[in-house]
């Protein structure tokens, strides 16, 4: 974190993957980036397996050194059943922050067939910086048919994060 004369930025890298939902409820949504997307096939996961905001989060925690999303938010943890993606990326922000760190930014590449990402792009990215209280750029990729995103069975994310020890807590 610091050599004595410098405070070191940190960074993180978070991934996740979930399968659609084999059986939705009929009134199901998919829920990706923050939003909600009616008429698209939702995710399996034990909260609204929001996968690009999982990522951030799980991102934001690596860098700060807390873990990853599993140790913080797992199935284990039955408050967070049903959570919002926005709502345990917020929790993340905030544990690193309490941690002693400011968030420089985060950036998240979805990996998936659909939903297709880049018409709602700006309203992703608003909403996920929006619950980071830090900047969050979204992007998106398919795999060109190859792997369970390529084939259609889920979604994947990848994110990093850049996180900065506040003075105080760096003892500057």
Request: hydrophobic share 45%.
């Amino acid at each position: 974190m610091t050599d004595g004369r410098r405070t070191w930025p940190r960074t993180g890298i978070g991934v996740d993957v979930h399968a659609y939902d084999p059986d939705p409820a009929p009134d199901a949504v998919l829920h990706l980036a923050g939003l909600a997307w009616p008429g698209e096939r939702p995710l399996a996961g034990h909260s609204d397996a929001d996968v690009a905001a999982h990522a951030a989060a799980d991102a934001l925690l690596s860098a700060a050194g807390l873990g990853d999303l599993g140790s913080n938010f797992g199935t284990a943890e039955p408050q967070w059943a049903g959570a919002a993606g926005a709502t345990l990326l917020g929790e993340a922000a905030r544990r690193v922050r309490d941690a002693g760190f400011e968030i420089g930014n985060v950036a998240v590449q979805v990996i998936g067939n659909r939903p297709r990402l880049g018409q709602r792009r700006d309203e992703a990215q608003s909403a996920l910086s929006a619950a980071a209280g830090a900047p969050v750029t979204v992007s998106a990729t398919t795999t060109d048919a190859l792997g369970l995103t390529g084939r259609g069975e889920g979604v994947a994310a990848i994110a990093t994060a850049l996180v900065v020890p506040v003075a105080s807590a760096a003892g500057g």
